[in-house]
């Protein structure tokens, strides 16, 4: 197809769509681009299809910096912030290099837990609607044979777990012959001593011309020694001139132990909460909490990682779909998972880490949009809490009596410039 039909084709096809537009105000954190749309990368017109349909009108700087480097055959190792469009920076060109009449895994995505897994494999499922793409989830927590029977269908791209795809590679059950592409999203976390051994042990057994991309916010030195060890055609993406969304605004509520619950209570009647994540740092407190949040008379659910796997997946989804305003966690759900409603994340616990604390408060404010972080503090925790504003490099004050909804609640009658 032509240039000019191809262009007008793709016209005539997003305004057949009819997507409603998403008019909150966005931050420089996905603003702050060359203004290049997605056409200019020559990407397939079926996944110009897929792209629109799913909303993404125009490429963040993650995706705009991301995209050209991957299709020209580039590792790439790219450090962006929570919530700036990572995910989709990997999937698009990953998926345009696939050619879906060849029956046969061609990208393995992996990611560190299994929430991360079915929310990845649901974007690239609907990136790839229009190329005929059939994407597979490969997790720990489901039965094996579900997993074997998967793999024996044509599968084009699989989203794993590690140690899940290791298994099935080593029973060879998976022939990954043909796989050009390996991506770790929260890499981070992948290469930490939890996953490390299991991912090297995976790259043994696909083809060494394959490409390897890393994506994640924080990168460690076990992130530095992999890329030395396996990635000889590196380049090298970075965004984090700050660590911090600037859109998320962050507060701390300095209290006793046992007045948490009542601060808890005074956030809910004071905030306009469209959802909100409270993050705990132990399994039975987030239990706890749940059931005192929901003797309260709120709409509260609860997930982590001791859960069986079908309820996890039912809470995930219930959340998800907006069934209630309130989810309490352990940092199960801490990396990568995308709830564009969620504008309130709670610390009921102070993390130890700067890192765990960044990727919890970038549950909200994702994709440029406002959001509220809120640190409910003892004396325990303030060695902790100075030590994290230190290695951020901010200054988190205290709450205020009143929070200004402008921080963080969206007015359709505001001014709606930068739109997604």
Do not use: W
């Not at 994407?135 to 927590?141: E, I, L």
């Not at 390897?212 to 992130?223: E, K, Q, W």
């Amino acid at each position: 197809m032509a240039s000019g039909s191809a262009d007008k084709f793709l016209e005539n096809f997003r305004a057949s769509l009819k997507l409603t537009p998403d008019l909150r105000p966005q931050t420089e954190d996905v603003t702050r681009t060359m203004g290049k749309s997605f056409q200019d990368f020559g990407l397939k017109r079926e996944l110009l299809m897929g792209i629109y349909q799913k909303g993404f009108n125009s490429p963040s700087p993650v995706q705009e910096l991301s995209i050209p480097l991957v299709l020209a055959g580039h590792d790439l190792l790219a450090r962006s912030k929570n919530g700036t469009g990572k995910t989709a920076a990997y999937l698009i060109p990953a998926i345009h290099k696939i050619d879906t009449a060849k029956k046969v895994l061609q990208v393995i995505v992996l990611v560190p837990a299994r929430e991360l897994a079915m929310q990845t494999s649901s974007i690239a499922k609907e990136l790839g609607l229009h190329m005929g793409l059939q994407v597979v989830v490969c997790t720990g927590g489901t039965k094996l044979h579900e997993d074997i029977l998967r793999f024996q269908q044509t599968v084009h791209l699989a989203v794993c777990t590690p140690g899940r795809i290791l298994d099935l590679c080593e029973r060879q059950l998976v022939d990954t012959k043909a796989c050009h592409t390996v991506v770790l999203d929260e890499a981070d976390k992948l290469l930490s001593d939890d996953f490390s051994v299991s991912i090297e042990q995976l790259l043994r057994v696909i083809p060494k011309s394959r490409q390897i991309l890393l994506f994640s916010a924080t990168f460690p030195a076990s992130v530095q020694t992999f890329r030395d060890k396996f990635m000889k055609n590196c380049k090298d993406i970075n965004l984090m001139d700050q660590l911090t969304l600037k859109g998320v605004t962050q507060f701390y509520a300095f209290v006793e132990e046992k007045q948490k619950v009542h601060c808890l209570n005074t956030i809910f009647a004071r905030l306009t909460i469209n959802q909100c994540i409270i993050f705990c740092n132990s399994v039975s407190r987030v239990e706890l909490l749940a059931q005192k949040i929901s003797q309260a008379g709120y709409s509260c659910m609860y997930i982590h990682s001791k859960m069986e796997q079908p309820l996890r997946n039912s809470v995930f989804h219930d959340f998800r779909a907006g069934n209630s305003r309130i989810l309490v966690c352990s940092d199960l759900f801490n990396r990568g998972i995308d709830i564009p409603a969620v504008n309130v994340v709670v610390n009921f616990d102070f993390p130890s880490t700067a890192e765990t604390y960044l990727h919890r408060i970038g549950r909200s404010g994702r994709f440029g949009h406002l959001g509220l972080a809120i640190n409910l503090i003892t004396g325990k925790d303030t060695d902790e809490f100075q030590r994290i504003e230190r290695e951020l490099g901010v200054t988190i004050g205290p709450i205020p009596a009143q929070v200004d909804p402008s921080l963080y609640v969206f007015s359709p009658s505001a001014d709606a410039e930068g739109t997604d």
